[in-house]
């Protein structure tokens, strides 16, 4: 019941679903978060399924009216094919670039945040051996751990969540300008091929190509010896007239 996503806000079982709330988020212009919530549902929609249809048309609530949000300007009215001008294609921009935060919740009991911070840790990219030297308190341990693991997986379908410990906050400047990423293999470290090595290589492989080739030739030499002793028997069955019935 966690969500939107990564806002840390309760879902509808606790009253404060934006769709239907208009102060979930302290906003002063509602419909302006309405529809950035409509065009990111799009957004996901248009890149995991193709276009969206919204089939709630005759709602009384005018979050889940079609028409209503397409008088005020919040939905598409064509939503099998977005205008650049809508925004739809713009609308998740900042989440595909990875341009926010991944913090830990103030608040939470601290067998989540140790639960999360455990979770982050068992990556093998991210090295927690001396975090208790660099980060004081817990709460600021999961802030690196957890904004590590995020931005190192968030392409992967990683979420900043953590069992309800972490959440995503735009805070402008605070995410890093240069992200982590898993160490890639430069050309330095790549291992280089030896000449003996090499050599070998190919030694084995054309060792390997005379075996194949005497097998081949075997085969071919055992067939044609059988198909010349099946061709010997016929012959020599047909020198033999058949024995025929005689009449007494």
């Given amino acids: 019941i966690q969500g939107p996503f990564g806002t840390g806000m309760s879902g509808p079982s606790f009253g404060k679903c934006p769709v239907t709330s208009n102060s979930s988020f302290g906003q002063n212009d509602d419909a302006e978060v309405t529809k950035a919530l409509t065009l990111k549902k799009l957004n996901g929609f248009a890149v995991g399924h193709g276009w969206y249809f919204w089939n709630f048309k005759t709602e009384f609530a005018s979050k889940w009216s079609f ?9 598409p009215k064509n939503v099998s094919d977005y205008h650049e001008s809508e925004g739809v294609d713009a609308a998740c921009r900042k989440e595909d670039r990875g341009e926010f935060v991944c913090r830990a919740k103030r608040g939470v009991h601290e067998f989540e945040l140790k639960s999360g911070l455990a979770f982050a840790c068992n990556f093998p990219e991210i ?40 959440h995503l906050l735009n805070v402008p400047g605070a995410a890093p300008t240069v992200l982590p990423g898993v160490p890639a293999a ?3 470290a790549v291992k280089k091929v030896q000449p003996g090595h090499l ?50």
Avoid at 139 to 157: I, M, P, S, T, V
Wanted: net charge positive.
């Fill in 67 to 75: 028409l209503d949000l397409w008088r005020d300007g919040i939905f």
């Fill in 127 to 166: 090295d927690c051996s001396d975090i208790k030297k660099r980060f004081l308190t817990l709460e600021e341990q999961c802030d690196w751990a957890f904004n590590e693991y995020w931005h190192l997986n968030r392409e992967n379908g990683a979420t900043c969540d953590f069992g309800g410990a972490g």
């Fill in 186 to 188: 430069t050309p330095a």
């Fill in 199 to 248: 050599l070998v290589s190919v030694a084995k492989w054309s060792f390997a190509a005379i075996l194949g080739f005497i097998a081949l030739a075997l085969v071919v030499v055992g067939a044609a010896i059988f198909a010349v002793v099946r061709w010997r028997h016929n012959r020599i069955r047909r020198q033999y007239s058949p024995i025929r019935d005689r009449g007494v």
